[in-house]
């Protein structure tokens, strides 16, 4: 069973997941919060597989929140997924960084938050080609100031191809196929480049992609 907590200062946008949510097998809403301190606190005692955590909220926001969430030892199994509008894209990165495993916008079709939820659950990052890799091409230009990882020159030629490819929003089987490698090869340079770049998962290594000039906003690859 995927536990979910909802975080969201509207009673209407969380009444709207949870009946999506509790509607589908093998998913349960455990709680919601209508702050961000709320959800931190219940983030930590509930221990949900994913929260889904709105952008802003009363008092503390939603992406301080999810900081406090992930550098808590006891919220290592817990996934944030934050919820954002395309208004709100100069946040997106910030999230990223701050641990966030990737994000939704709320107007996103009901079979797309269904498989979000599933997919954060099982620990893999939100990346699809049609919403995360064109928002952060979008906020690539607010993080120019940010001085790049500096593992990015300890990266072999092959490790530069597949830092690329997930910077793109391919999954591992996907890079295979382009590269032409197994998907365990490939696995294990993503590994790599994670440790070398300091990333916590792939969403952190689209990021350092986009801020290290791997990849540019518009650039198709």
């Known amino acids: 069973m995927i536990r979910v907590l909802l975080a969201d200062d ?49 008092g503390l926001d939603g992406l301080a ?5 992930v550098a808590d030892p006891r919220a290592g199994g ?35 938050l269904l498989r979000a939820v599933r997919v954060a659950a099982a620990g893999d990052a939100l990346l699809s080609p049609g919403v995360t890799r064109r928002l952060l091409a979008r906020v690539a230009a607010a993080t120019q100031d940010v001085a790049p990882p500096a593992g990015l020159a300890e990266l072999t030629a092959r490790e530069h191809e597949v830092l690329v490819e997930v910077a793109g929003g391919l999954s591992n089987a996907e890079i295979a196929g382009r590269l032409f490698l197994s998907e365990s090869t490939v696995k294990t340079h993503v590994s790599r480049v994670m440790a070398k770049l300091a990333a ?19 650039w198709s690859g």
């Open 10 to 58: 509207q009673a209407l946008v969380r009444g709207g997941f949870r009946a999506l949510l509790d509607a589908e097998d093998g998913v349960s809403v455990v709680g919601e919060a209508a702050t961000g301190d709320d959800a931190v606190r219940l983030a930590l005692e509930l221990l949900p597989d994913v929260v889904l955590m709105d952008v802003r909220m009363p």
């Open 200 to 218: 916590r998962d792939r969403a952190q290594l689209v990021v350092a992609a986009y801020e290290g000039g791997v990849v540019r906003p518009g």
């Open 65 to 69: 929140a999810t900081r406090r969430i």
């Open 78 to 112: 817990v996934h944030v997924v934050v919820v954002t509008t395309f208004e709100l894209d100069e946040y997106v990165a910030e999230a990223i960084r701050g641990g966030a495993t990737g994000f939704l916008v709320k107007d996103t079709e009901p079979a797309d």
